[in-house]
């Protein structure tokens, strides 16, 4: 049948019913990323079973971990470049839907990840059959990088499954389960991973007609007056959750299957031109600049052996706890430390909650629980691979605590710390193997912050650092490489904004205020709700440890609210009184003028911090600065982090505002040295716009 055609990243085979099986097999990558070079070989392949018309068609991964990751993304960026991103979009449409004309039966056969593009292709087959285990995930991703799907995912997801259950889908970017997928309706049938193939082609033979209430919801949600009743309710609900002028692809999404009508040319037609216009946006430019920083933090840890099984965790309290959970979850035998078992039980009552949520299945919940033990004379450290510190926030007191667990050490045991501001030149006197000993600063809540620092110091073993790196990549952290100095690099940046945020609340500035305008520019929560969050009284110990090296001053005020036993969130009372984990926020007065300053005063101090960090080679560059701040302080992701923020600005307007702050309210605001860094008007990771693309309405 292809006789003549030779395929780089597709394997064909016939077999004696007719039956066509494509094999999707990128050369010369692990995983299956969709090119124009795989799109192309599709299409050849689809013109030759168009005319020899064979029994059916089955498409599958050769690959052993997944179906495919979606587009590929670095040939996307170069589109951007170059402005043919529509041309290459539309290219992309014409393969699927050549594929979706065939007039012979399709099944797709998914294992693994599928996401994006690869799950726009199987939405292109007549059905769809999945392995029913957990490493199955299903999901359109592309809302993250600030677009939204573009080789028919739009036009075809809403139509399968009905609007109500597929626009949540595309709008949170969230991938699915195999059984999630089932229910709703995007895959036909499951199977056991080894029997996937072999029922895939039953599925073949015998096609499964999908539920008349299945068929009838996605009827009913996708008529005209409907969509026109839908769409406004869909878009208020997203305004709720993001800005649009933040993130506008989902905005954009939702118009283009607002105004798609019957005609499947016509959703096409929109869905490419809405993707080639959010293609020129900065926000899907810093987003997928993020996207390469996510990827280079996860390859830190790549291509070296940690050689942990064992990790010891000392301190049980909020972060010890937690750790210790998170690492016995992620596969580790792991002892927890403290000084008697009521401090060590509510640990491991928040694990078994963790657990039950993550894992569901009992017998992997006693599982995971099994791997934790509680270890109250700590008799574990003897045979870790790793101890972990995590007491409070005192040099004296972790000192004492290593000289004596040291001297129970194996030979090739890491110690490490998980001070979130202590320099670990001071933490190291006194260790006998120094080289040994690193900082492992995780965030609170361990189970959700992505990012560990791992910190170094003058005397640290560089092979260590690696094996710290990889052991963050195996607990499925996002690990960067920091300086050991006062702060590190998260707290460092984030400490001037809290700071100057309660300075202006003790001012007179009402919360509310500060926390919106905050989420104005695009943090993800106020500084005012963020203090109360991780606690008054962390801010005040981190303060203290912070205020002098950064030349700022506790605000006046919080020591009054720590003496008073009003912490925050935990206590139900700090900045705001807190009621059922949620902030009950003052009204502020209608008449109330916000200072036109306020915005500048509070973000302009952690891009200061950040161009002092990377003068002083906290991190490595400019861009894992940006990647360490984005996944550790969850800084306003669409502009690509405080520097890449400095760039687009402009270095000389960024400056001569902080110059006039520092005239109207004093030194804490005169820009750091740096200023001159050639790091801050160039990145390679940068996405340069090109010409808009043609408007919708063209």
């Not at 039966?105 to 059905?127: D, F, K, Y």
């Not at 090739?412 to 006998?432: C, F, Y």
């Not at 203290?544 to 912490?567: I, N, Y």
Request: hydrophobic share 45%.
């Amino acid at each position: 049948m292809f006789e003549g055609l030779r395929f780089n990243h597709w394997k064909t085979s016939l077999d004696d019913s007719g039956v066509v099986t494509l094999s999707l097999d990128r050369a010369q990558s692990s995983v299956n990323a969709i090119s124009r070079a795989v799109l192309d070989e599709l299409g050849q392949i689809i013109e030759r079973l168009a005319i020899e018309k064979p029994a059916g068609v089955l498409i599958h991964s050769a690959k052993p971990f997944g179906f495919a990751v979606g587009a590929d993304i670095k040939e996307f960026v170069e589109y951007a470049k170059h402005g043919t991103v529509l041309e290459n979009i539309e290219n992309g449409q014409g393969v699927y839907e050549a594929l979706a004309r065939l007039p012979c039966p399709t099944v797709a056969a998914i294992h693994g990840a599928c996401m994006g593009g690869g799950t726009e292709l199987i939405l292109a087959c007549r059905q769809r059959i999945a392995a029913d285990d957990d490493k199955t995930r299903i999901g359109l991703p592309e809302v993250m990088l600030g677009i939204h799907p573009g080789w028919g995912g739009t036009a075809r997801l809403p139509r399968l499954i009905g609007a109500t259950e597929a626009l949540p889908v595309m709008l949170t970017g969230k991938a699915l389960s195999a059984k999630r997928a089932l229910a709703l309706g995007l895959v036909d049938r499951l199977a056991p991973a080894d029997e996937l193939l072999a029922e895939a082609r039953s599925l073949l033979r015998r096609p499964q007609s999908r539920p008349f209430a299945l068929r009838a919801k996605a009827w009913a949600t996708n008529i005209w007056p409907v969509r026109q009743l839908l769409a406004p309710m869909v878009l208020k609900q997203t305004a709720a959750k993001v800005r649009k002028e933040h993130y506008p692809a989902p905005f954009a999404m939702i118009e283009v299957w607002r105004r798609g009508n019957s005609s499947m040319q016509q959703r096409l037609k929109l869905e490419a031109r809405s993707v080639a216009k959010l293609a020129e946006t900065s926000t899907a430019q810093n987003l997928i600049r993020v996207f390469f920083l996510q990827e280079r933090l996860k390859a830190q840890g790549s291509g070296v052996e940690h050689d942990i099984e064992r990790v010891h965790v000392v301190g049980a309290g909020v972060m010890g706890g937690d750790i210790a959970a998170w690492a016995a979850f992620k596969g580790f035998q792991v002892t927890l430390q403290d000084r008697e078992m009521k401090y060590i039980q509510p640990a491991l009552d928040r694990a078994r909650q963790l657990y039950e949520k993550k894992l569901k299945a009992p017998a992997k919940v006693e599982a995971a629980l099994a791997r934790l033990r509680a270890d109250v004379e700590g008799k574990g450290v003897s045979t870790a691979d790793l101890a972990i510190e995590a007491i409070y926030e005192n040099a004296e007191a972790k000192q004492a605590l290593y000289a004596t667990i040291e001297p129970q050490f194996q030979a090739a045991e890491i110690l490490a710390s998980n001070t979130s501001s202590i320099p670990l030149d001071e933490l190291r006197q006194g260790l006998k193997a120094p080289q040994r000993f690193l900082g492992l600063h995780f965030f609170n809540p361990v189970a959700q912050m992505p990012l560990v620092e791992v910190v170094r110091h003058d005397q640290l073993d560089p092979s260590i650092e690696k094996r710290a790196l990889a052991f963050c990549k195996a607990i499925g952290k996002l690990p960067v490489a920091v300086k050991g100095t006062p702060g590190f690099l998260v707290n460092r940046i984030l400490m001037p904004y809290l700071l100057e945020a309660m300075r202006l609340h003790s001012e007179g500035v009402p919360g509310p205020v500060l926390d919106k305008e905050a989420k104005k520019f695009g943090m993800p929560m106020g500084p005012i709700e963020l203090a109360d969050t991780v606690g008054l009284d962390v801010c005040a110990s981190v303060g203290k440890e912070l205020a002098p090296f950064l030349g700022l001053e506790l605000p006046t005020g919080l020591e009054d609210k720590l003496q008073s036993g009003k912490r925050g969130k935990k206590d139900g009372q700090g900045l705001y009184v807190w009621q059922e984990g949620k902030p009950i926020k003052p009204e502020v007065d209608p008449d109330y003028v916000t200072p036109p300053d306020l915005q500048d005063r509070m973000i302009l101090p952690m891009v200061n911090e950040a161009v002092a960090c990377l003068t002083e080679g906290v991190v490595d560059d400019a861009d894992l600065l940006d990647a360490g701040v984005i996944f550790g302080t969850g800084f306003a992701p669409f502009r690509g982090g405080p520097i890449q923020y400095l760039r687009a600005e402009g270095v000389s307007v960024l400056k001569s505002k902080l110059e006039t702050l520092a005239q109207r309210y004093g030194e804490r605001f005169s820009p750091k040295s740096g200023w001159d860094h050639p790091a801050l008007t160039q990145s390679e990771l940068d996405l340069p716009a090109h010409q808009a693309a043609p408007s919708d309405n063209d």
